[in-house]
Every structure is written in C-alpha cells, then in structure tokens.
C-alpha cells in the first residue's frame, strides 16, 4: 500500500506560480512512474503531467506544456509539480497518483494509488 499525501495548494493570481509536492511512504518509490491529474467542478478528473521511475521520461497534457515541470525527488520520495504562467482555467482540485504498470502512462486507470487531492484556484 502507497499513501501519498499533496500539499502546496492554494490561491494565485492569473500568471502567478505554484509548487504542489507529492510525498509518498514507500521505500521503493523509484518503482513508481508517478502522474499529477486535476478535476475541475462538474468535470472529470484529467492528466496534467507524468513522469518515470527515475526522473528521465515526462509527459504533459498540451494545454500545460511550457508552463508546467513535472519532477521527482527519489531521495525524498517525492514528486513535484511547478506551475507557472497560471491561468483561471487551471484552477482545479490537482491529485498525484502512483502507477500500478510499471511504465508511465497518461491514462487514469494506470493509477491504483492516488492521493486526497489539493486545491489550486487561480483568480482573473
């Protein structure tokens, strides 16, 4: 079992930035492409960014790419999402998730641990 907890949420202005990490409690945290998703209200939950078990393969969804990195920290068994260039519709509640296949992967049902989410609201 993987618990993953995200925290670096909060309230930002158009075109400011964010830091959301992930920290997980697992020892084998290398083991684990990891992916950042959001849902907005009355949407589903969509990939934003993933990346491999060592930090070298990334992915993103094409609305974010050039404003978002996603990074890890294996030492730390911690992963990151920078935010930069917010805009209004990045607001959304934004979950890291752990994917159970071994490659990383954008797509939702890779991911069998996931986190309580948390809150990122950009104002206009």
């Known amino acids: 079992q993987v618990q993953l907890v995200e925290s670096g949420g909060g309230l930002v202005q158009a075109g400011g930035s964010l830091r959301l990490s992930c920290a997980a409690s697992?020892?084998?945290?290398?083991?684990?492409?990891m992916g950042w998703f959001r849902q907005a209200p009355g949407k589903e939950r969509a990939f934003v960014a993933a990346?491999?078990?060592?930090?070298?393969?990334?992915y993103y969804t094409n609305s974010v790419k050039g404003r978002f990195a996603i990074s890890r920290d294996n030492a730390k068994n911690t992963v990151y999402l920078q935010m930069n260039s917010l805009k209004p519709e990045d607001t959304a509640v934004y979950f890291c998730?752990?994917?159970?296949?071994?490659?990383?992967?954008?797509?939702?049902?890779?991911?069998?641990?996931w986190g309580q989410g948390t809150q990122v609201t950009v104002s206009s």
């Open positions: 990346i491999d078990g060592s930090g070298g393969i990334t």
């Open positions: 998730a752990a994917s159970l296949k071994g490659v990383v992967s954008t797509e939702r049902d890779s991911y069998g641990y």
């Open positions: 697992t020892r084998t945290f290398s083991n684990y492409p």
